[in-house]
Each structure stands twice: as structure tokens, then as C-alpha cells.
């Protein structure tokens, strides 16, 4: 089944599986797909972002459930407060989950990662379909959700362009400057391997 996402401004890709099978205007999309789903989003389509801290938001962090939120707070917790915590393969691989859900709900589809070594979290990774890629060292800045509030100039994912994997994500922003301005917090939907993987309720 065809599906084409497409932002306030008109701007759209059409989705076979995993990959985009045309990119461009909506209604030229439309008028030469007409079986095609059309999914319209607020804001602007980019491609999907790359965290360059995955290793240590995914194997160097906690994230708490919503349910440890009086106790432990919403933020990942990293050092000290990490190393305080009684953390078995169980919590590793759930704190992992959540890990890849946030950074989803932030336009996030891979992160750049030194070999993950715990067995949990590289499960828990694999399963989700975020995307991973290789780094050399270790990057300055502050590991964050938000790929822009981590103070490292921020990458994109994979062009969109027919042929391509069909990882994009939408953000409820009028252009490219505010999305820089208000950060990755504005995202509406992204999309990993042609699956809707998050949608802001």
C-alpha cells in the first residue's frame, strides 16, 4: 500500500515499505497515485535526525518509567544518580525502550553509537528500528534528547528523494531557522522504515 506524507506547505513523499517511491508536490503526488493514502502533517518535513550521543543516552543513562517520576524525576539520569540505581539486564533493556521512544518523539531515526555492549540494550535497539551508525570518539557537548539542545551542530538522516529509506519526520515549525530556534521538542511524527513510529497526541 502507497501512503504520501506531506507538510503545511505542501511538500510530500510518497511511501512503498521501507522506502520513499516519489518525492514532491502534494498534488502532483496525489494526481499520479490517486490509490495512494495521503497523510497530512503540520509544520515542515525534513529528513529524520541523527543523535551523535547515542552511546551514552542508550548505554549510559537511565530513563526513568512514569511511574519512578516522584522518586527519580523525568530526566535520563547519568553518574551518580545512575550509578545509585540497581540496574539488571530487566531495567537496562526498559530504560533502553523508553530511551528509543523519546528519542523518536524527537525526529530522532539513528544515533550514532561506539558498539553498544549491553546485550539488553542492543536488543532493545534492534527491535525498535532505530537506525545506528559508527563514530570515532567520544563528541563534545551535552548528551540530550533534543539533538539541538546538545550543543554539536546537528545531522540529518538520509536525503529525501525517491529511493531512498522513507525516515523523515515532520516538526510544527514554519521553516528550518525555528525548528533550530524551538529545537526537536516541535515534533509531530516520524517515520522509520516507511512505519508511522511516533505521533504526537
Known sequence: MLTIHADSKGRALVVKGAWVAAAGPLDELAATHPQARVRRWPGILTPGLVNIH????????YHPDPREAD???TEPLFGDALAALDMDDARWGASARRAVQRMLA?????AACEELRNR???DAVRRS?????GRLGRPDGTPSLDPYASGWPVSFAEPREAGSAARFAFFDVPDEAALAERG???????IVDGRLSYRRR
Do not use: D, K, S
Request: net charge negative; hydrophobic share 40%; with cysteine.
Open 54 to 61: 547515542g552511546t551514552e543516552l542508550l548505554e549510559e543513562a
Open 106 to 110: 524527537h525526529g530522532t531515526v539513528t
Open 129 to 133: 528500528g532505530l537506525g545506528t551508525m
Open 71 to 73: 522518586e527519580l524525576g
Open 120 to 122: 539488553a540494550v542492543r
Open 184 to 190: 526537536a521538542t516541535t515534533c509531530v511524527a516520524t
